[in-house]
């Protein structure tokens, strides 16, 4: 007894010890502890340890959860991973605390004369059903939606996809991925005609250069930051972060760079100029590999309701490309970007200088941007001009904020226009889904309907009546939030909301579900890195919490579709993988199957013949190339990736004599996106317990605002008022403000604008003018 | 019995002095950075009143910048 008492103590002080390490690694990137502590931390004990990818963040990297007595205990970086190498981030250690905060959600809740009753989760799934038959009988199949997230598994999303695309036949499936990575995807499939990173996280092990685009990889990534630290230590690479603000990734870096918001269009192009006029250019590769494209510009910003643009690809050549970028020497561009003329030339020669490996890595930054897909194309030039593409070490990387994002949203397909391979308005496409799918090809509807931001409008105006809200807070995370959470309120709406704890969007709920979460139920994520992981439940749901895919499945059955939904509990994630696997066989996106999934930390997709594909659309890695040369871009037709004549162009909402700042949001270390999880696990709420307002130190002293003084933010949109943080964790420029976006008591998307990208729909949450006053 | 890991910032030049300061209490071990100007502080004591009186010293000690709770544990 006294032994296991002493054993017990000394496990929890190890964890204490690790804990502590883990927060200051992510204060003080590549602080060192002697190794003799480090070798103390807690080797096992009597736990039994599985693995699972993390849930926290897009990384992905590899746990082992340590369940003792049906209860996960502890958590620690996998080893074999090659993702994280046995590392963690603060969140992952911490992540199964969030499983067990007080207020876990455990029955179905149904909203009565205002007041929520619990009820059985039959009779829940009853009335959901009951619901949809008669919102789709009364206002047609359009008027029901689903809107998921990038946390959905590769089930879940798949279930939803299956159930109101191919069963029901609308497009109303939208998902939060779409806030996050949508000008991703548009980068993606206009530069080379598929989605997702050519290269692999083992390109930091090679690279000489990163340079960050806007990406706070610090706090972001923190466990692929700790990589490129690592690789400074041993190979002294340069890491260069090119930012709008300072953060603790532009103090740990080589060098910080800022530029004015949304002018990185501007460098990007002045980058290439460089490049071409120095002779950089790869001509062989350009030649062989390359075509020249230009598109719209003036698309405007989305701002209306059914706003509608398509872009008008236009073949070029190389000298009008060139004539194109005259308008952007570094010196033109200086003067719109305030980044120097000598550090753009400084940029291009790493870009330029054949004997560097170059990695380009970004995230939210160039995403969540009104002309994202735009400055995804231009940086994907960059790596093409130059060669500097799908080898060991050139990569421009773009990185995920969410665990399954990409394996999900991307892979799966729960977007409007897309399908689990290809999209909704390609007939063959259609033809390939509905045969797995098992239902009528004409049940598919060929067009798009909605993206999110226009799902939400369209809710507002009573176009959708219905609305299934799986594993995200939109009641925290949609731009010029006020105007949908009203939405969502009036008459006529039906919103069902599937989570693990109360929310501000559980809030406007009529049926609220407990979800099972994340280890709770089976499932697989999938990372930035193209990699599939799969974790099995290693613990009973908490109460009557049923996993998202279940949930769908049930609701489905009552709807009739028992045939398409034929899948036993026992049995049905891996039937679903199954099926899945299906939709994407053939050498471009081959899926591992799942008993590899069980024996190894992940696979990457293509996986063909047994091996995962770390390098596409190279030949000496990637087995779908097949014009006999080094490279073959087989996602375009011409077998050629596409160099995109983008120009800059503003910002919808710039800074004028009534809003004189920018405001830019984004997150912090301790939470996961909205905190719903992240604020119930003590140590990170402790950390990091409220929102801010991030103020530049000249401007703050001028308007006498200390850290912790009310701010008072006001835009066309609303006002909000927040405490001070001056001189603390990141310091914007002048003319600047930041604000997190995780604190449900403090919702700064109240006052933020909704204006996107015209090709991707994803919103801009980083640019609109504000006021800044103390209060 | 509470354990609790806490990040200490000793004010500039006095990583060592506290270091020392703090190894010199019971119930504490400490465990400095190799590279950077931080310790990291683990208390172990037999109750809350103590626990309280404990961090109220090391609080106390003068080359200390700051202390910043990170985890906090009751193994009874
Ligand atoms: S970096 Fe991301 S995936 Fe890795 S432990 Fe942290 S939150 Fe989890």
Known sequence: MYTSLTNRRSFIKKMAIMSAMTAAATMFPGILFAEEQEEKLPKGGNLDWKKAPCRFCGVGCGVLVGVENGKAVAVKGDPKSPVNKGLCCVKGYHSVMSIYGKDRLTKPLVKKNGKYVETSMKEALDLIASKMKTTIKDHGKDAVSIYGSGQWTIPDGYVASKLFKGCIGTNNVEANARLCMASAVT????????????GCYEDIDHADVFILWGNNMAEMHPVLFSRLLDQRLKRGVKIIDFATRTTRTSMAADKSIIFQPQTDLAVANAICYEIIKNGWVNKSFVEKHCSFNKGLTNMGYGLEDKYKFKDKPEKIDFEAYKTFLEDYTPEKVERISGVSAKDIKYMAAYYGDPNKKVMSLWCMGMNQHTRGTWINNLVYNIHLLTGKISTPGNSPFSLTGQPSACGTVREVGTLTHKLPHGVVMKKEHREHAAKIWDVPVENIDPKPTYHTVEMFRALDRGDIKFMWIQVTNPMVTMPKLKRYR???????????????????????????????????????????ERRTQYFEQMIQPSGEAMSDTWQIVEVAKRLGYEKQFYYKEETHIEEIYNEYRRHHEGKKHAMAPLEVLKTQPGAQWPYVDGKSTKWRFNSEYDPACSNGEKFHFYGKPDGKAVIWQRPYEPAPEVPDKDYPFWL????????????????????????????????NPEEAKQMQIRTGDSVKLTTKRGEIILPASVNERGVPEKGQVFVPFFDENMLIN?????????????????????????? | MPIKSYLAHPHNGKKEILT??????????????????????????????????LKEKIENIESLKLLAMVSGFNTK
């Open chain 1, 187 to 198: 980068g993606f499939l206009t530069s080379f005609g598929l989605d997702e990173p050519m």
């Open chain 1, 486 to 528: 009203d939405a969502c309120k009036k008459e006529g709406r039906f919103i069902v909301v599937s989570d693990i704890y109360p929310t501000p969007t559980t809030d406007i709920a009529d049926v609220i579900l407990p979800s099972a979460m994340w280890i709770e139920r089976e499932g697989m994520y999938g990372n930035s």
């Open chain 1, 664 to 695: 830019c949001t984004g997150r912090v270390i301790e939470h996961w996106h909205t905190g719903s999880m992240t604020r119930r696990i003590p140590v990170l709420h402790k950390a990091m317990p409220h929102a801010y307002v991030e103020l």
């Open chain 1, 750 to 775: 109240d006052i933020t604008l909704d204006a996107f990208c015209p090709i991707s729909k994803q919103p801009d949450y980083k640019k609109c003018s504000v006021k800044v006053e103390k209060v």
């Open chain 2, 20 to 53: 020392k300061a703090i190894n010199a209490l019971e119930h504490c071990e400490v465990i400095p950075a190799e590279n950077e100007n931080l310790l990291i502080v683990v208390t172990e004591t037999d109750n809350k009143e103590q626990e309280d009186l």
